[in-house]
């Protein structure tokens, strides 16, 4: 009989490291294109039957292990690695130009990345607008992540009465035991989306009265998504906006147009919607609330 082979750690951890920088670039890669959690969550997307929760929990875990692994990689090689070092420092200190020229570039492109100065400013442009493209009129939750409201404060929030919220929903075989379960607990129990309970809630002659302006992130929409959102036409909207100084188009991002106000995406939002619109109150807005701005996005 041959004897058992030895179990090599070191071929072990390079295997790992390479495995996991695929996976690191892969869920990044996804997380890129991903919508914002309000939209995720609420209509349960996904992508390679993963969630985006359950994306961020495998690109968060694999990050830390990887970091774990490359120490590892770094102690089997540490003889190697600082042979290495030292024979190419001797080397490329001896060419200054090369060594300024690299150290300059690497300079300039973390100061043109903080900045957001074309093209790589384009790339996070064009994250957004895929991330926006999910947002839909069906896919807009009535307030963001509404699927941790309970039904009594759902109820408040679309004035719809709690009673005939529960009673649209165990008519379509959703039965609920109180008034303090969430929507996404009623979801999950059922292998609905948020989305679908909402749906429900809505059978008959239960119409929310949320205003269509309620709710949050402002600074991912473009003009278009917002007029939409709004009732208005993009023209009406981009005539509006002309009127304060501003030009632009559907797809600018109200993000865009805020900062160019010195202001908040909310502020380029009341604007393009008019002064009759019904904003949310700063209140509904406070970190822990119901409600999240923009900034508060998962």
């Known amino acids: 009989m041959s004897a058992t082979r030895t179990f090599h750690w070191k071929v072990f951890v390079s295997f790992y490291v390479a495995l996991s920088f695929l996976t690191l670039a892969v869920s990044g890669l996804v997380l890129y294109v991903a919508p914002p959690g309000r939209i995720a969550n609420w209509s349960v997307w996904t992508l390679g039957a993963l969630s985006k929760a359950q994306w961020q929990s495998v690109h968060t875990i694999v990050a830390l292990l990887f970091l774990v692994a490359a120490g590892f990689h770094l102690y089997f090689n540490w003889k190697v690695l600082m042979a290495y070092l030292r024979s190419k420092l001797v080397e490329g200190l001896r060419m200054k130009r090369e060594l300024a020229a690299a150290t300059a570039a690497a300079v300039l492109l973390l100061t043109v990345s903080i900045a957001g100065v074309p093209p790589f400013s384009t790339v996070m442009a064009f994250g957004e607008?895929?991330?926006?493209?999910?947002?839909?009129?069906?896919?807009?939750?009535?307030?963001?992540?509404?699927?941790?409201?309970?039904?009594?404060?759902?109820?408040?929030?679309?004035?719809?009465?709690?009673?005939?919220?529960?009673?649209?929903l165990e008519k379509n075989g959703i039965?609920?035991?109180s008034p303090t379960v969430t929507i996404?607990?009623?979801?999950?129990?059922?292998?609905?989306?948020?989305?679908?309970?909402?749906?429900?809630?809505?059978?008959?002659d239960a119409k929310?009265?949320?205003?269509?302006?309620?709710?949050?992130?402002?600074?991912?929409?473009?003009?278009?998504?917002?007029?939409e959102r709004a009732g208005i036409t993009v023209d009406t909207g981009l005539d509006r906006l002309r009127a304060q100084g501003l030009e632009a188009t559907g797809s600018t991002g109200l993000r865009e147009l805020g900062t160019r106000l010195g202001k908040s995406p909310i502020d380029a939002a009341k604007i393009i919607v008019g002064p009759d619109a019904e904003f949310p109150s700063t209140?509904?807005?406070?970190?822990g609330s119901s409600g999240r701005s923009d900034g508060g996005e998962r």
């Open 129 to 168: 607008g895929v991330k926006n493209s999910w947002s839909t009129s069906a896919t807009e939750p009535p307030l963001p992540h509404a699927e941790l409201l309970s039904i009594e404060k759902l109820a408040d929030s679309v004035k719809i009465p709690a009673e005939k919220i529960i009673a649209n």
């Open 184 to 204: 996404g607990q009623l979801a999950e129990r059922h292998h609905l989306s948020p989305q679908q309970v909402y749906e429900k809630i809505q059978s008959g």
């Open 283 to 287: 209140a509904e807005h406070k970190p």
């Open 175 to 177: 039965p609920v035991e």
């Open 208 to 227: 929310p009265k949320v205003s269509v302006l309620q709710g949050g992130g402002w600074g991912r929409m473009t003009v278009e998504q917002l007029c």
